[in-house]
């Protein structure tokens, strides 16, 4: 279970979602940009809560951003950190991801806000560093994560939800964020194959 939004660390009762995803026995995600978590004490009621696992939205032109995540690595929770890549941070790309080595993370995710902008050297590179590469996140730009970017447009899949689904607030489920239009059925009536089937 992932929590996302918006910003999810907005919400009053994620405590209590947290709680309640670890009554159910689930894994429970937390993909964020982490200005809220760089509040030490928030943090550790998250994790004291249930929270297993963050993703982390990368802002490399913040220094809140960057403190923020030093503050979440030292809580020694698993971390993956996602960077955007853009027209204004390509240049400096290299050197955000040499910083987020140095800080431990050890998990990455890449996408691109352009599809004109490639990330097979920022690949290249994160291998060097020993930065794991994770491609099935629900992340911004997911239409032009490295794999999409890599992968010939006859070749892909038909339709989304392959690796993942989206749940919205009131149940439906969607093959990918966005695609209110083209509803799997509802979690809270559909039965999981009737939905798997679209």
Same mark, same amino acid.
Request: hydrophobic share 40%.
């Given at each position: ?9 907005? %919400? @009053?009762? =994620?405590?209590?979602?947290? &709680? %309640? ?38 802002? +490399?032109?913040?220094? @809140?951003?960057?403190k923020a995540l030093e503050t979440i690595i030292a809580e020694g929770v698993f971390v993956t950190v996602h960077l955007t890549v853009t027209k204004d941070n390509a240049s ?8 987020? %080595? ?10 691109? /806000? ?11 590179? /994160?291998?060097?560093?020993?930065? !794991? =590469?994770?491609? @099935?996140? +629900?992340? *911004?730009?997911?239409?032009?994560? *490295?794999?999409?970017?890599?992968? &010939?447009?006859?070749?892909? +899949?038909?339709? /989304?939800?392959? !690796?993942?689904?989206?749940?919205? *607030?009131?149940?439906?489920?969607? +093959? ?10 509802? /979690? =809270? %009536?559909? *039965?999981?194959e009737k939905m798997y089937k679209k």
């Amino acid at each position: 279970m992932t929590f996302t939004g918006g910003e999810a660390t907005l %919400r @009053d009762d =994620l405590v209590d979602l947290i &709680a %309640r995803a670890e009554k159910n026995g689930q894994v429970c995600g937390l993909l964020t940009d982490g200005m809220k978590l760089a509040d030490k004490g928030y943090l550790e009621l998250l994790l004291k809560t249930g929270l297993d696992h963050i993703l982390f939205l990368l802002q +490399p032109d913040s220094n @809140d951003s960057w403190k923020a995540l030093e503050t979440i690595i030292a809580e020694g929770v698993f971390v993956t950190v996602h960077l955007t890549v853009t027209k204004d941070n390509a240049s400096k790309a290299m050197e955000v991801l040499e910083r987020i %080595r140095s800080l431990g993370v050890q998990s990455l995710s890449l996408t691109s /806000a352009d599809s004109q902008l490639t990330v097979f050297d920022l690949q290249n590179k /994160a291998a060097s560093l020993g930065l !794991t =590469l994770k491609h @099935d996140l +629900p992340v *911004p730009y997911s239409a032009n994560h *490295p794999v999409a970017l890599e992968t &010939a447009e006859d070749n892909i +899949p038909d339709g /989304a939800g392959k !690796t993942w689904l989206y749940v919205e *607030p009131d149940g439906d489920v969607l +093959p990918a964020q966005g695609m209110a239009d083209q509803i799997l059925g509802n /979690a =809270l %009536r559909d *039965p999981w194959e009737k939905m798997y089937k679209k």
